[in-house]
C-alpha cells in the first residue's frame, strides 16, 4: 500500500510444551485457509477480470501452505506424543486431537502425485464441462468424467473404506456416515416422496403468477436485508453482496460472509437465496468462543450445514407463519405487484410443486429426489456398475421414474451439475441429508418451543436462533452428525419426521 | 466456501537450477505480499468492524512468511552461487540479482528481535498518537516518540550507512539516496520557495468560493471515474472504492486498485485524490511485463512513485489546458455549482496558494515546504540534536519561519502526521522529492511531445500515457531514481526546474 509502511511482523509461537505447538500449527493453518477465503470471496465479488491468472496462483499457495501444517510429520509426531496423555483425550482438547488426527491421516494416505493430478484434472474438466454443456455435447466431456472416476476410485482406495470405495469419497463431506446408512434412509424417502409426488400432480398447479411481476432490484436487496438481519445475522461480523452464485464464505472467527443474486424476474430467488445463506452463516458465527480459530470451528458436515440453511429457507421460510409477518412489509415495498395477493394465494404460489428438470430450480417436495438420482448414479459410476457410455441413458430413466419428467437435452439432464466436473463425488446427498436432518431437529424444536410458530407469526427469531446455537452451532466439530442427531432426538438419522412435515404440509388443505 | 470442493493445489516447483530456485522463492514472497494486499485492502474497504483481530494475525502470518523467502539463508547461498555467473550480471536478471542482493542483505542485518520491537512499538505507538491528537496532548505521545527514535536508531545501525544514521532510514523509503544529496536540493527548493510564497501572499487570495457549494457525492463519482479512465486507467485491472483515506495498492501484476473519498462540501478533495491515486496505479500497471511477479515489478522509490501521482494530479490535473477540456463536463454534471464559473475563475481556484497548517491540505506551491520541515527536524531526532521535549517548540518555529503560520494546538501542530507513530522516519522527504523529479519529467515530456500541452486541452492523454511507460514504468525497479532522472534528463535530481514550474504557474499573470 503506497503511503502506509509495512510493519513486519513476528511468527506465531511455537513453544516446548507439544500441544502448544500442535496448537500453533493448526491455528496457521486455518489462518491461511481463512487468508485464501477473503482472496476467493473477492474473486466472486470485486475482483477485476486481469486478476484471474495470478489470483489462482496466490489461492495455490496459500492452500499449499495450510496443507503443509496440516499434514507435516511433525503433527503425526505430535499426535503420537499427546496420545499417551489420557487427560487430553476429553472435553474441547479430546475433539481437537480426534479431529487431528483425523485430518492428519486422512492427508496422510493421499499421495502427493495424486492430490495433483485430481485438482489438475478437476480444473481442466470444468473447463470441458461449460464447453460441453454449452453445446449440450455428452462426448466432449465424457473422457473427463472417465478419468475423474478413475481417480476418484484411486482417491478411495488411499483413503480405506469398510464396505465400498464410495464410502470414503461420502465421507470427505459427510463424515463419520457410511453409504449404507444414506441408502437406507433416501430409499424411505424415496417411497414416501413419490406417492407424494403423484398425489400433488394430480391436483392443479398453484397460481405463481404475480411471482413473475418485474420486482425492481433495490426493493428486493430492502426486503432481504431486512429479513437476513430480523433472523440474527449481524452485519459487525457479516456482509451481503451480489455474486454469480450465492454463497457462504468464513473469512474469519467473526467475518462470515454471505453473497446472493437478485433478478427482476424472479423476485423469490433472490430473497430465499439470501434466507439459505443467512442459515449458513448463522451456524459458522454460532460456533463456541472455546473453538475459534482452531478446526473444530466450523460446521460438523454439509448435511448439517445445510439442515440449518434449509430449515431457515424452507421450513421457516416457506411457512404461513412467516409471510403472515412478512407479507404486508413486502406488499409497502412492492405496492403494485402485490396488490390483492391474499396471504394464502401468497404462500401457495411459493410452494408450488411441480417436478422439472433442475435440481437447483426444485421445489422443497421433488428436490430430494434429484438428489436421489445422483447418489445412485455416481455409486454405480465409482463401483464400475454403470459405464460412463450408459450415463445418459440411466439419468433420463430415473428422471422418468422418480419425477416422471425426461430432459430433451444434455445440458438440462445430466450435464446440468458442476460437481462431477470438479471431481466432487459423494457430495450430492449432503443435500437431501440436510432436509432430513432439519426436519428432525424442527420437530425437536417445537417440542422445546411450543410457542415457535406463535413467535415466526411475530417475526421473533430470537428463540430459534438461541435454541440452533445450543443445540447444534456452539458444538462446531466436536459433534458428529450422527451424534447431534441422536443427542438433539433421541434417536438416528431418520427420514420418517421428514416425509411427514412434507405429508403435512402439502397433502392436507391447511398446512401451517 | 459452502457449496464448493477445495482443490489441493500444488507448490511453485523449485528445480536444481539456482537461478530458477532462487526466482521461485521470489515467486512465492511477491504471492504472499499481494495476498497481504488483498486482505489489507479489504480491510480498508469492505471489512466488517468485529474481523479486526483476526485479520491482524492473517497478515502478520503473511508478512511473516514472505519474509521468511526473502531472508532465507538458501537466498544467501543461491546469490553467492550465482554471483560467479558473470551472464547473469546484465539485463533483467543482473538488476533482478542486484536487487535480491540489497533485499537480502537489509534483511539479515536486522536482528529478528528489532523487526518485533519496531512492529509492536510501532503498532501501540499509533494508537497513542491517535488518543493524544485526539487530546491535544503532546506529553502522552512522547514516550512513544522517544522509543520509536531510540529503535529507529538501532535500526540505521544495523542497516548501516556512509555518514549520518538518517541514510539508512531514508534509504528504505528513497533507495540509492543519500541525505546529503536531498539536503542539498531541498535548500535550494526552501531559498525558491520561501519569497515565492511571500509574494503570492502579498497579493489577493484567489476566489474559491464556488468551489464550497454542495456538490452531491453520486456526481463527484461520475466525473471522478470519467477523468480516472480518460487517463487510462483500465477498470479490468483495478477499481475505484471508497475508503477513510485515499491509497492505491497492488493485489497482482494485473489487479491495482484506488480508493477515494468524497465530501459534498469538498468538490476539489475526492477528484484530485482520484487523479493522484490514479497516477500510482498506472505507474504500478506500466511495469514490464518481463518483470511481472518478480520484486522488480514495482515503483522503484517512493519519490518516483509521488512524481507519478503529482505529475497527473497537479502539473496536469491542475492545469488551464486540462480544464479547459473537463469544466464543460463538469458542468454539465453540476449546471448550478459552476453557474457562470469561467474557465480562469476555476482554474485559479483549484491553485489558490495559501500558507496553512495541515500538509495534507496545503497546495502545491506551499506543501514543500511543509516536507521540508519535517526532513529537518527528523534528522535533527535522529542525530539527538532536538531532544523530544524540544520538538513542539522548534516545531513551531519551523512554521513561522517556513510559511509565517503558526499553529495553536498540537493537533494541527507536531501531532498532525501518522508517520512518526508509526516509526518511519525517512519516508516524509519522498513526498517533496516526487514534486522535484515530476517537474523534471515534466521538461523532458515538453521536449518530447511539443504537442503536450493542446493533447491535454483535447482531453487527450494517451502520448503521455505511453511516454510515461517508455521512460519510467517498464523499468519497474530496474532503474534506481537517480539512474532514471539521469536516463530521461540527462542530469541529476535538482530542485531548480520545480522552481520555474512554479514561478512560471504562479508569479505571472498568464501560467497554462
Not at 392443479?204 to 431486512?226: C, I, N, T, Y
Not at 429479513?227 to 454463497?247: E, I, K, T
Request: with cysteine.
Amino acid at each position: 500500500m503506497i503511503g502506509e509502511t509495512n510493519s513486519p511482523c513476528a511468527r506465531a509461537g511455537s513453544p516446548g510444551d507439544p500441544l502448544e505447538e500442535l496448537k500453533a500449527l493448526d491455528r496457521e493453518a486455518r489462518l491461511l485457509e481463512h487468508s485464501g477465503a477473503v482472496l476467493s470471496w473477492d474473486q466472486e465479488v470485486y475482483m477485476p477480470p486481469a486478476a484471474v491468472e495470478e489470483r489462482a496462483d496466490q489461492l495455490a499457495l496459500l492452500q499449499s501452505l495450510a496443507h503443509q501444517r496440516d499434514s507435516s510429520p511433525r503433527v503425526g509426531e505430535l499426535l503420537d506424543l499427546l496420545q499417551a496423555e489420557s487427560s487430553l483425550q476429553e472435553g474441547v482438547e479430546g475433539f481437537f486431537l480426534r479431529e487431528k488426527r483425523r485430518s492428519y491421516e486422512r492427508s496422510c494416505r493421499v499421495p502427493e502425485r495424486l492430490v495433483r493430478d485430481l485438482a489438475q484434472t478437476a480444473s481442466r474438466g470444468q473447463n470441458a464441462w461449460v464447453a460441453a454443456r454449452k453445446a449440450n455435447d455428452y462426448d466432449q466431456f465424457k473422457p473427463w468424467l472417465e478419468r475423474l472416476i478413475e481417480l476418484n476410485r484411486e482417491l478411495a482406495d488411499h483413503l480405506g473404506y469398510r464396505e465400498t470405495p464410495y464410502d470414503a469419497l461420502l465421507d470427505q463431506y459427510e463424515p463419520y456416515t457410511s453409504t449404507a446408512e444414506v441408502a437406507e434412509v433416501f430409499g424411505t424417502l424415496k417411497e414416501g416422496l413419490i406417492p407424494l409426488v403423484q398425489k400433488i400432480a394430480s391436483r392443479p398447479l398453484a397460481d405463481h403468477s404475480f411471482l413473475r411481476h418485474s420486482f425492481p432490484v433495490e426493493g428486493q436487496k430492502q426486503l432481504s436485508q431486512e429479513v437476513m438481519l430480523a433472523l440474527g445475522y449481524d452485519l459487525d461480523q457479516g456482509r451481503l453482496d451480489c455474486s454469480a452464485h450465492p454463497f457462504t464464505t468464513t473469512l474469519g472467527s467473526r467475518d462470515v460472509r454471505i453473497t446472493t443474486r437478485f433478478n427482476e424476474k424472479l423476485v423469490e430467488s433472490g430473497l430465499f437465496s439470501t434466507i439459505h445463506e443467512t442459515g449458513h452463516a448463522l451456524y459458522e458465527l454460532g460456533v463456541g468462543e472455546d473453538l475459534a480459530g482452531t478446526l473444530l470451528a466450523e460446521g460438523t458436515s454439509l448435511g448439517i450445514h445445510e439442515s440449518q440453511s434449509r430449515m431457515w429457507e424452507n421450513m421457516i421460510g416457506r411457512s404461513r407463519a412467516f409471510w403472515s409477518h412478512w407479507l404486508p412489509r413486502m406488499a409497502e415495498i412492492f405496492p403494485d405487484q402485490l396488490e390483492g395477493v391474499s396471504l394464502e394465494r401468497f404462500y401457495r404460489g411459493i410452494n408450488r410443486v411441480e417436478p422439472s428438470l433442475i435440481r437447483v430450480e426444485a421445489d422443497e417436495v421433488t428436490y430430494s429426489l434429484h438428489v436421489i438420482l445422483r447418489f445412485e448414479l455416481e455409486q454405480a459410476l465409482i463401483s464400475g456398475d454403470l459405464p460412463v457410455d450408459d450415463l445418459p441413458g440411466a439419468w433420463n430413466q430415473g428422471m422418468k421414474e422418480l419425477l416422471g419428467v425426461v430432459p430433451r437435452d444434455y445440458s438440462s439432464g445430466v450435464l446440468q451439475d458442476v460437481h462431477w466436473s470438479m471431481g466432487a463425488f459423494g457430495y450430492f446427498p449432503t443435500y437431501a441429508l440436510g432436509n432430513l436432518y432439519a426436519a428432525q431437529f424442527l420437530k425437536a424444536l417445537e417440542r422445546d418451543l411450543p410457542a415457535l410458530w406463535e413467535g415466526i407469526a411475530r417475526g421473533e427469531y430470537a428463540p430459534i436462533l438461541g435454541w440452533l446455537r445450543q443445540k447444534v452451532h456452539r458444538h462446531g466439530k466436536c459433534r458428529s452428525a450422527g451424534e447431534l442427531v441422536r443427542e438433539i432426538t433421541g434417536g438416528p438419522l431418520d427420514s420418517s419426521v421428514f416425509l411427514e412435515y412434507l405429508w403435512g404440509k402439502y397433502d392436507e388443505e391447511q398446512g401451517r
